[in-house]
């Protein structure tokens, strides 16, 4: 509600100033709305529980709604580049005191929104994405604001153009960010901040681990990881190789920040024994000698 208040009074601003920083910035609040509709809608969306259908639940439902959110966010830069161009080859006139009020309402507003997702920001990348929505239009706002005020000193009418360009290159940055991370969650990626050969070292130094192979780390969102291993012990009892396998556990828990784990105990040697390993798919032949 409060973002399509500011996207109002930009609006109306901006076509009655004649300001293209001003309509720029009401084209971002524009996506800032959809963003914020989305976000809610990815959030409520992993919160859905897991079925034989969909096994890891839809917590990616915000990765794409936070793609589609970036991809938005280029599309109206694109729009804001063309038409300084055409503002920069001739600026119209300016009403900047209408311009400057209007910015000052919007940025109030955004910063407000924007405290009110910093804290949620930091662990999902869904709510990232707004966030960066709002920031960035909250950071348009102060440029908007800056332009009005050395039109209404100098009455330089070039600056309103220039000012749209820097606020579509602030947005572009943001939209980069988002693209990138969620395409290394699709891409299933290991995290930036889990090294998986400490994670193995740290792992072959509990008690009973001989080795650690064919290891597996991904995201299934920003904020939920996984891993999948060999771990290759004696040939004990099942009851002994639980207590490793709760300390292997623990050690991902604790240190790398990984809740969900697969581990495959074994005390023979498989014959690809290297720590990581290349997945192949299983050829008719193959699967034909298998079941014979």
């Known amino acids: 509600m409060l973002t399509g208040l500011i996207l109002a009074v930009e609006l109306v601003g901006g076509f009655l100033s004649h300001s293209l920083a001003l309509l720029s910035d009401a084209g971002h609040v524009f996506a800032d709305v959809i963003a914020l509709s989305l976000s809610w809608y990815g959030v409520r969306q992993a919160e859905r529980p897991a079925s034989s259908r969909m096994t890891y639940g839809y917590h990616r439902v915000g990765v794409l709604v936070a793609l589609f959110n970036a991809v938005s966010i280029f599309a109206i830069a694109v729009v804001i580049f063309y038409e300084a161009y055409r503002r920069w080859l001739q600026p119209p006139e300016v009403n900047s005191p209408l311009m400057l009020a209007a910015a000052l309402v919007g940025l109030v507003v ?23 929505h709002v920031l960035g239009d909250a950071l348009a706002s102060v440029g908007v604001i800056i332009g009005a ?36 969650v699709l891409l299933e990626a290991v995290p930036h901040q889990i090294d998986v050969e400490r994670m193995a070292q740290d792992l072959q130094k509990i008690p009973g681990v001989k080795g650690v ?60 024994n290297d720590l990581f390993c290349s997945l192949k798919p299983c050829s008719p032949d193959e699967d034909h000698e298998h079941h014979d």
């Open 149 to 184: 005020i050395i039109i209404m000193l100098t009455g330089w009418f070039i600056v309103d153009p220039i000012i749209s360009v820097l606020i579509g290159f602030i947005i572009t940055f943001a939209a980069w960010r988002i693209l990138k991370e969620g395409f290394k």
């Open 110 to 132: 955004n910063v407000f929104i924007a405290f009110w997702l910093r804290g949620e920001q930091q662990s999902n990348l869904n709510v990232r994405s707004a966030f960066w």
């Open 213 to 272: 192979h064919d290891v597996h780390v991904w995201s299934i969102s920003p904020e939920l990881h996984a891993m999948s291993c060999h771990v290759l012990v004696d040939d004990m009892r099942m009851s002994q190789a639980q207590e490793i396998r709760e300390q292997v556990e623990t050690v991902l828990r604790q240190r790398f920040d990984i809740e969900h784990s697969a581990l495959q105990m074994e005390c023979q040697e498989c014959a690809e």
